[in-house]
C-alpha cells in the first residue's frame, strides 16, 4: 500500500472521528451520555485506526518477504550462471595448456 493511501485512509479516519464527535456535541443529550458517547467513538476509531495499521505492517512484511525470496533466487541462479562460465573457462584453459605442452615438446623433441 502507497504513502498516499495510508495517508488517505488516515485522513478519512480522523474525518469521520471527528464528524462523529462533532455531531454527538450538538445532539440533544445530557453531558454525562455525551462523555460516554464520545468516549467509545474515541475508542472504536483507535481501534480501527490500530487494525489498519497492523493490516498495513502484515502487508509490508508480505511483500518484503516476497521480494527477499525472489532476489535470492535471482541471486543463486546468477550464482550458478557464473559458476557455469568459470567451469567453461577452466576447461578451455587445461585445452590450450595442453596443446602449449605438446607443442613444447615437439619443439624439445626436434
Given at each position: 500500500?502507497?504513502s498516499s ?6 485522513g ?8 462523529a464527535?462533532t ?10 451520555n ?6 467509545a ?16 505492517s502484515?502487508?509490508i ?12 533466487k535471482?541471486i ?12 567453461d573457462?577452466i576447461l578451455?584453459l587445461?585445452?590450450k595448456l595442453?596443446m602449449?605442452?605438446k607443442r613444447?615438446?615437439k619443439?624439445?623433441?626436434n
Amino acid at each position: 500500500m502507497s504513502s498516499s493511501n495510508n495517508n488517505t485512509i488516515i485522513g478519512l479516519a480522523t474525518g469521520a472521528a471527528l464528524g462523529a464527535v462533532t455531531a454527538l456535541l450538538f445532539a440533544p443529550d445530557t453531558g454525562k451520555n455525551t462523555r460516554k458517547k464520545i468516549k467509545a467513538k474515541v475508542k472504536d476509531t483507535k481501534d480501527d485506526l490500530a487494525e489498519r495499521a497492523n493490516k498495513i505492517s502484515e502487508e509490508i512484511t508480505s511483500k518484503f518477504n516476497s521480494q527477499k525470496t525472489e532476489f535470492s533466487k535471482e541471486i543463486d541462479g546468477l550464482v550458478e550462471d557464473m559458476s557455469l562460465k568459470a567451469d567453461d573457462v577452466i576447461l578451455t584453459l587445461e585445452k590450450k595448456l595442453e596443446m602449449m605442452r605438446k607443442r613444447n615438446e615437439k619443439i624439445n623433441a626436434n
